[in-house]
């Protein structure tokens, strides 16, 4: 079973881009339907002793590199791996942690990266420790959870903050991004690393709010629409104050709420994420459109929902 894992994750790996994608398709399916056959435990059902310590040791071996993988810098080996552990979790009735946990000393060093800086690593292997960091945080119960008071996770979260915050021209100054020609696929795996930071208290939670907020009005689309995901994840994760979303939006508020103003391609995911402080059409929630209470000197003031 391991041979053929390899033997699938070679053809996924080493051959995107020089065979036709029908043959990855095909090396994922039959991946799929393999674990489905091999990974269901047979203590069940075979008496076989010898049988089942064989079936334990191809399972531990699989699951180990299945895990392995999961910080590969290769995109769709490192998808694979995810949905490959969840499909094993489900099969053997556990969650994913369960299924991780006995091989989690594989990732011990790069959830979050020890050795080696964030930046110092190609682009490509920053976007899979960044997933890789998100997959293992997110998982219920968590794998790994970061906390400040250790150096190296201190250090990895404020990266995740600059990838996530810093505009183009700063990001390209540094030497590991010179040669990167888009840098929206960084982006978005920072802001997704960064959304999973939501249990970490101490203020922490308003700086994320105000970087995911920001990367809504992005003018690129990929960037709104990761961000519109990032902030619905980390708001069900967490809660953040009425006055702390309301100083973030309120220059948005400000400019949505004349009379004539409409909702511009930047703006359109705030108003859904925040939907009560919006009229139907998109502009700033005030009086005209909701009824508002008036202020001391008789404006509109905004209603926060």
Known sequence: MFVF?????FIIMDLTGEVS????????TNLEKMLRICMTPLEKECKNEELLVTQKKAMYDVIH?????????????RETAMSSLRLIAELQDKTVTEVMNPHREVLVD????????????PASAQIGLMDGNTFCTTLEPRLFTIDLSILTHKVFYHEVLTLSDAEDATLNKLECYKTVTNLVPLRKSALNALAACHYIPNGCRDKIFA?????????????????FQCMKNFLQGCSVSKETIHTVIRPLLLLLGGHRNRPTGRSVPATQVFPTRYCRDGSARTDRCAGGNHGPRGEGTVQTG
Do not use: W
């Open 5 to 9: 894992l390899k033997a699938f994750m």
């Open 21 to 28: 994608s029908g043959a990855i398709d095909m090396a994922r």
């Open 65 to 77: 590199e299945l895990v392995r993988q999961v910080t590969s810098p290769h995109t769709l080996v």
């Open 110 to 121: 790069m959830i979050p990266p020890k050795k080696h800086l964030l930046r110092h690593q």
């Open 211 to 227: 970087i995911l907020f920001k990367a809504l009005e992005k003018n690129n689309v990929e960037l709104q629409e990761a961000a």
